[in-house]
């Protein structure tokens, strides 16, 4: 008989926990050397633009792996309780010595939803110049919408959930008939 019941011991020596911690030192090296580079071009030009994009894309990947290991490694976010109980560790540099503890549910939850904020801030700066940073070799501001929709049902926050759904939904239309949804199968 299996319960479907987890607990974080059964995940020792985890790859998922190993993916995404490298992903969060990745992006927390970025971070912290980044705005040499910003601050070296000129104010408004498009390479300072591109930067600024790639340092929200940092935020993003953060807040990505954030979000992958908080729905593994932490109880259900319950808003009421969310201040009482274990989190993540929250690590916003690069250092192998750092034993980081863990923060509460509720801080490590806010730490995602400023990375959020982050990310939409630095990338909003090339969309205003080039539409078309929402490809497909890098994240944009429609992945950044989808996993603010993932997070916020993770979260309980239901209206932001359906505000960053409807986003999502009205660039990219569902198919209104049967032929248009064959379609996406064939190519």
Same mark, same amino acid.
């Given at each position: /008989?299996? #319960? ?5 011991? =059964?995940?020792?020596?985890?790859? @998922? ?6 992903? @969060? ?11 040499? +580079?910003?601050?070296?071009? /000129? ?6 633009? #591109? ?5 929200? $894309? ?5 807040? +990505? ?20 109980? *274990? ?6 540099? @690069? ?10 549910? =509720?801080?490590? @939850? %806010?730490?995602? *939803?400023?990375?959020?904020? %982050? ?30 929709? #993932? +997070? ?18 009205? %660039? ?5 008939? $049967?032929?248009?949804?064959? =379609? *996406?199968?064939? *190519?």
């Amino acid at each position: /008989e299996h #319960r479907w019941t987890f607990t974080t011991n =059964q995940f020792a020596g985890d790859a @998922v926990w190993a993916n995404n911690f490298s992903l @969060v030192m990745q992006a927390n090296d970025f971070l912290a050397n980044i705005d040499t +580079f910003i601050n070296a071009e /000129e104010e408004g030009s498009e390479k300072q633009l #591109r930067l600024k994009h790639y340092k929200g $894309v940092a935020y993003f990947a953060r807040a +990505f792996a954030y979000t992958n290991m908080i729905v593994r490694y932490c109880k259900d976010y319950e808003p009421e309780t969310a201040a009482n109980e *274990l989190g993540l560790p929250i690590v916003t540099t @690069v250092d192998k010595e750092a034993r980081p503890s863990r923060a509460t549910l =509720q801080e490590t @939850v %806010n730490f995602i *939803l400023s990375d959020f904020k %982050n990310a939409e801030d630095n990338m909003q700066a090339i969309r205003d110049f080039d539409n078309s940073s929402d490809g497909l070799y890098h994240p944009g501001l429609d992945a950044l919408d989808a996993l603010q929709m #993932r +997070f916020a049902l993770y979260t309980h926050d239901f209206d932001k959930a359906i505000e960053k759904a409807d986003i999502i939904i009205d %660039n990219y239309a569902l198919a209104s008939s $049967v032929q248009e949804m064959q =379609q *996406l199968w064939v *190519l």
